[in-house]
Protein backbone atom coordinates (compact mmCIF):
# COMPACT_ATOMS: atom_id res chain seq x y z
CA UNK A 1 0.00 0.00 0.00
CA UNK A 2 1.21 3.22 -0.93
CA UNK A 3 0.26 6.96 -0.23
CA UNK A 4 0.02 9.92 -3.00
CA UNK A 5 1.49 12.26 -0.49
CA UNK A 6 4.62 14.24 -1.11
CA UNK A 7 6.82 13.99 1.64
CA UNK A 8 10.08 16.49 2.18
CA UNK A 9 11.87 15.74 5.26
CA UNK A 10 15.06 17.40 6.21
CA UNK A 11 17.99 16.58 8.24
CA UNK A 12 19.95 18.80 9.41
CA UNK A 13 23.30 18.69 9.12
CA UNK A 14 23.65 17.84 5.64
CA UNK A 15 24.02 19.23 2.76
CA UNK A 16 21.56 22.38 1.82
CA UNK A 17 20.46 19.95 -1.85
CA UNK A 18 19.81 16.73 -0.08
CA UNK A 19 16.31 16.52 0.38
CA UNK A 20 14.60 13.63 0.32
CA UNK A 21 11.03 14.00 -2.63
CA UNK A 22 9.45 10.67 -2.12
CA UNK A 23 6.00 10.73 -4.44
CA UNK A 24 5.06 6.86 -3.74
CA UNK A 25 5.86 5.93 -0.07
CA UNK A 26 5.67 3.19 1.74
CA UNK A 27 2.87 2.57 4.47
CA UNK A 28 4.51 2.51 7.68
CA UNK A 29 7.86 3.08 7.12
CA UNK A 30 10.34 3.07 9.76
CA UNK A 31 12.20 5.89 10.49
CA UNK A 32 16.11 5.70 11.23
CA UNK A 33 17.81 7.79 13.51
CA UNK A 34 15.14 10.05 14.10
CA UNK A 35 16.97 12.66 16.62
CA UNK A 36 18.61 14.23 13.04
CA UNK A 37 15.36 14.71 11.46
CA UNK A 38 14.45 18.34 11.99
CA UNK A 39 11.10 18.50 11.01
CA UNK A 40 8.44 16.31 9.21
CA UNK A 41 5.39 17.88 7.33
CA UNK A 42 1.86 16.87 8.98
CA UNK A 43 0.33 14.18 6.60
CA UNK A 44 -2.09 16.99 4.97
CA UNK A 45 -0.07 19.59 4.21
CA UNK A 46 2.13 19.60 1.28
CA UNK A 47 4.86 22.32 0.43
CA UNK A 48 7.85 22.21 -2.15
CA UNK A 49 10.09 24.41 -3.85
CA UNK A 50 10.63 23.86 -7.38
CA UNK A 51 11.56 20.05 -8.23
CA UNK A 52 13.48 21.31 -11.51
CA UNK A 53 14.73 24.10 -13.52
CA UNK A 54 15.40 25.32 -10.11
CA UNK A 55 18.67 27.38 -8.93
CA UNK A 56 20.11 24.51 -6.59
CA UNK A 57 23.78 22.96 -7.63
CA UNK A 58 23.69 19.40 -6.57
CA UNK A 59 27.12 17.83 -5.50
CA UNK A 60 29.13 16.57 -8.01
CA UNK A 61 28.46 12.77 -7.10
CA UNK A 62 24.78 13.31 -7.42
CA UNK A 63 25.52 14.90 -10.67
CA UNK A 64 27.55 11.83 -12.14
CA UNK A 65 25.30 9.14 -11.00
CA UNK A 66 21.99 10.44 -13.07
CA UNK A 67 23.26 9.35 -16.39
CA UNK A 68 24.40 6.63 -18.08
CA UNK A 69 26.78 8.61 -19.78
CA UNK A 70 29.74 10.45 -18.58
CA UNK A 71 28.04 14.04 -18.88
CA UNK A 72 28.17 16.65 -16.12
CA UNK A 73 25.68 18.95 -16.48
CA UNK A 74 25.38 20.99 -13.03
CA UNK A 75 21.68 19.05 -12.68
CA UNK A 76 20.09 16.14 -11.15
CA UNK A 77 17.70 14.10 -13.38
CA UNK A 78 17.58 10.60 -12.72
CA UNK A 79 14.37 10.38 -14.11
CA UNK A 80 15.25 10.63 -17.90
CA UNK A 81 18.40 8.27 -17.56
CA UNK A 82 16.47 5.42 -15.31
CA UNK A 83 13.01 5.37 -16.29
CA UNK A 84 12.62 1.79 -14.03
CA UNK A 85 13.48 3.90 -10.80
CA UNK A 86 16.59 2.50 -10.67
CA UNK A 87 15.96 -1.25 -10.23
CA UNK A 88 18.00 -3.43 -10.69
CA UNK A 89 21.14 -1.24 -10.15
CA UNK A 90 24.34 -2.29 -7.93
CA UNK A 91 25.00 1.05 -5.18
CA UNK A 92 28.39 0.50 -3.60
CA UNK A 93 28.15 2.49 -0.15
CA UNK A 94 31.69 3.50 1.05
CA UNK A 95 31.04 4.41 5.11
CA UNK A 96 32.42 3.44 7.93
CA UNK A 97 29.63 1.26 8.90
CA UNK A 98 26.49 -0.27 7.78
CA UNK A 99 23.74 -3.03 9.18
CA UNK A 100 23.28 -5.21 6.43
CA UNK A 101 20.90 -6.99 8.86
CA UNK A 102 18.57 -4.39 8.88
CA UNK A 103 14.77 -5.56 7.38
CA UNK A 104 14.86 -2.82 4.92
CA UNK A 105 17.73 -4.44 2.80
CA UNK A 106 15.84 -7.49 2.60
CA UNK A 107 18.78 -9.69 2.22
CA UNK A 108 20.07 -7.35 -0.84
CA UNK A 109 23.19 -6.00 1.29
CA UNK A 110 25.70 -7.74 2.13
CA UNK A 111 29.36 -6.43 3.21
CA UNK A 112 32.40 -6.33 1.49
CA UNK A 113 36.31 -5.50 2.41
CA UNK A 114 38.70 -4.32 0.47
Same mark, same amino acid.
Given at each position: ???????????????? @???????????? /???? @???????????????????????????????????????????????????????????? /??????????????????????
Amino acid at each position: ETTQHLRVIEIDGLID @CVTAFLEQFPAG /VELV @CTDLITGLPDDNETSTSSTSGGTCTYPWGLDLIDTVELSLDNTFDWESSYPDGGAGANVY /VFDTGINVEHGDFEGRAINRFA
